[in-house]
């Protein structure tokens, strides 16, 4: 789950290090942009070079503006995204395959769960201050890579969705991994979920949380037809080979990569899915309390706080 690999080290004003630090927001919240400006007071306090994602260059300094497209590790150091979870997927799907910087998300008071900051001057401060001393760790999170016959489709960091052209139509969908055939179902869609992914739609339709520290992708029906076999969420490696095929003459389905874009897809063609060799890369902080289990209990589970949060035999 936690690996620096090939990442170079974020540290302030280290010798030679001219990259900067890439901001990205949503351009339609005033908030958002308060951040953004509270963000590059800080940032250029501390004589470090920014950034701007090219739509947000205007309301600040255009000459710092650059595309999402050309921020790599060679000359970014992190890049921040201000908004939600909608904010950070669209990053994700606008930096490079090859070598993405790591991602630093502000979360604006929703779920926020690829966040790692809040929107709080205090806390935020505090928070680039560790980020610049080095007091943090980065978490790998592997994606998917969709082909629709030969065209390849953008990376998904939740989710890849196929439904029905037709909300009134089933799909009937024969899915198979790594060529061996599993199962053939009349449903409503798939979703086909990283571990990321899997506290998103796959859990809303059904699908179980899977661990960081584990290494695998799940397949989740939605609504599939009892007539034609039980069929339940199966969690297959993240080095397996997704294939499916929807076989309902003259029923197009579409294919809809994390909810940011969607591609038609006509009967019997193959939809071919499997790990991405881009991975993604979120900045966590070292000793947070409770780390990914605080985060599903308080934001997804809302869990009320035991009396005593130790449990005897």
Do not use: W
């Not at 974020?10 to 351009?27: H, M, T």
């Not at 050309?70 to 995204?81: A, C, P, Q």
């Not at 007539?227 to 076989?247: D, H, N, S, Y």
């Amino acid at each position: 789950m936690f690996a620096l690999g090939d990442i170079p080290l974020i540290k302030s004003k280290e010798a030679g290090d001219q990259r900067a630090v890439g901001i990205a927001c949503r351009l339609d919240s005033p908030e958002a942009l308060k951040v953004v400006k509270m963000i590059s007071d800080f940032l250029l306090d501390k004589k470090e070079r920014i950034a701007y994602e090219t739509r947000i260059s205007s309301k600040f300094i255009r000459h710092f503006a650059k595309n999402l497209g050309s921020m790599t590790t060679e000359n970014t150091k992190f890049v921040i995204s201000v908004g939600g979870d909608g904010t950070v997927l669209r990053v994700c799907q606008n930096l490079p395959k090859k070598n993405p910087p790591p991602i630093l998300g502000v979360n604006l008071g929703s779920v926020g769960f690829l966040d790692e900051s809040e929107a709080d001057p205090k806390l935020l401060s505090r928070d680039l201050e560790r980020i610049l001393s080095g007091e943090y760790e980065v978490e790998c999170a592997a994606r998917l890579v969709t082909t629709i016959g030969n065209h390849t489709l953008p990376v998904a960091l939740n989710e890849v969705l196929i439904i029905s052209s037709k909300p009134s139509k089933v799909l009937y969908a024969n899915i198979s991994v790594d060529g061996n055939n599993f199962t053939s179902s009349y449903l409503d869609g798939l979703i086909i979920s990283t571990h990321t992914g899997s506290t998103a739609y796959a859990l809303s339709a059904g699908g179980c949380l899977l661990d960081p520290r584990l290494n695998g992708f799940e397949i989740v029906p939605l609504n599939p037809f009892a007539g034609t076999g039980v069929f339940r969420p199966l969690i297959v490696p993240t080095f397996a080979v997704i294939a499916i095929k929807l076989q309902r003459p003259r029923l197009n389905g579409l294919v809809i990569i994390d909810g940011q874009s969607e591609y038609k897809v006509s009967p019997q063609v193959k939809i071919t899915i499997r790990r991405s060799n881009s991975d993604i890369h979120f900045i966590r902080f070292k000793g947070r309390v409770g780390g990914y289990f605080e985060k599903v209990r308080n934001k997804i589970l809302f869990s009320r706080k035991l009396a005593d949060d130790s449990l005897e035999n």
